[in-house]
């Protein structure tokens, strides 16, 4: 599938300076947020952050999401390196889907068991917009920010060395303390 990509801009924020640059992929549309040094990185930070209007955009407490991007805003501002907005919401399932997902888990299921009752896979995300980007900004080498062993071995199959992982652990609450057992015990993250 062809991907566009647009210029790069400037985007102050309340988490410090940062450059970005968007890449169209059929109907979504993904983000590079890279630091002001970000050119000069041999080894950047990177993290893969998977879209999460609920929790990036309105502070859910149903997930860590939205807890991780701001974490990881504020690490990329402070250390250098990138942040990849990948939009495939709801493990791309997309958002009323999701919506229909989280009214299953009000009724017990898990996040997994959501989404097959709804005739998805347990995740439908596709990261082949990560091998693009990471080749159309030149990055060989990484210090990879996850919890999520799927994404390691996905930036492992491009031929991209990880440096280094970097756990981003958020604290549970009583709303996501499901999900994020569902999340160590189903798809192994290490938290």
């Known amino acids: 599938m062809k991907i566009e990509k647009s210029n790069i801009a400037n985007l102050p924020t309340k988490y410090g300076k940062f450059k970005i640059k968007a890449y169209k992929q059929g109907n979504q549309e993904h983000l590079a947020i890279m ?28 997930c860590d999401c939205g807890n991780q991007l701001s974490v990881a805003l504020e690490f990329i501002n402070q250390n250098g390196g990138l942040i990849i907005y990948h939009r495939q919401e709801g493990r791309n399932i997309g958002l009323l889907n999701k919506v229909n997902a989280y009214s299953l888990q ?54 991209v060395e990880i440096i280094e992982r970097i756990p981003s652990i958020i604290k549970a ?19």
């Open 35 to 62: 630091s002001s040094d970000f050119d000069s990185l041999e080894e950047p930070f990177v993290r893969i952050h998977s879209e999460c209007l609920t929790g990036d955009s309105l502070g859910s407490l149903k």
């Open 106 to 159: 009000d009724k017990g299921r898990n996040t997994v068991e959501a989404n097959l009752e709804l005739g998805f896979k347990d995740d439908e995300r596709d990261y082949s917009v990560v091998d693009y980007i990471f080749k159309d900004l030149k990055i060989k080498k990484l210090k990879l920010i996850t919890n999520n062993p799927d994404k390691i071995e996905y930036v492992k199959s491009l031929g």
């Open 173 to 191: 609450n009583k709303y996501n303390e499901r999900y994020l057992n569902t999340k160590k015990e189903y798809f192994g993250h290490f938290l």
